[in-house]
């Protein structure tokens, strides 16, 4: 079971660095208001919802504790992430404000997982 675990770890890993990365990239063009989500935002932000879920099952499953509370926050965060993206998903530009937030709240998403103890 550890091992699937792990697996899954990584692949949300891989789903945070999809969102961040490319939200990353468009920081240039954030400052010149020309902003858009790439799809690989919007991939990693549904990689991240599903594979929190079947970390979150699989945990349980092993009779690990859950802290339900910060699994709540983090997943409130990422729907409105995951929103906002999906919405916007197909806009040439996004307003500095909107794609501004979505990177704040994917980094409040990493450090609440790493910090929140």
Avoid at 43 to 64: F, K, Q, R, S
Avoid at 94 to 113: D, M, Q, R, S
Wanted: proline fraction near 2%; hydrophobic fraction near 55%; charged fraction near 15%.
């Amino acid at each position: 079971m550890d091992v699937l675990i792990h697996l899954f770890v990584g692949l949300h890993i891989i789903g945070i660095a999809a969102l961040l990365g490319g939200f990353l990239t468009q920081m240039k063009a954030m400052g010149r208001g020309t902003a858009r989500f790439v799809p690989g935002m919007l991939h990693g932000a549904l990689t991240m919802l599903v594979t929190g879920v079947v970390l979150v099952g699989l945990n349980e499953a092993d009779h690990h504790s859950v802290d339900t509370i910060k699994i709540g926050v983090k997943l409130a965060l990422l729907i409105v992430i995951l929103g906002l993206v999906y919405v916007q998903r197909d806009e040439e530009r996004v307003e500095k404000p909107l794609f501004g937030l979505v990177g704040a709240l994917t980094v409040a998403n990493i450090f609440i997982a790493v910090l929140w103890t």
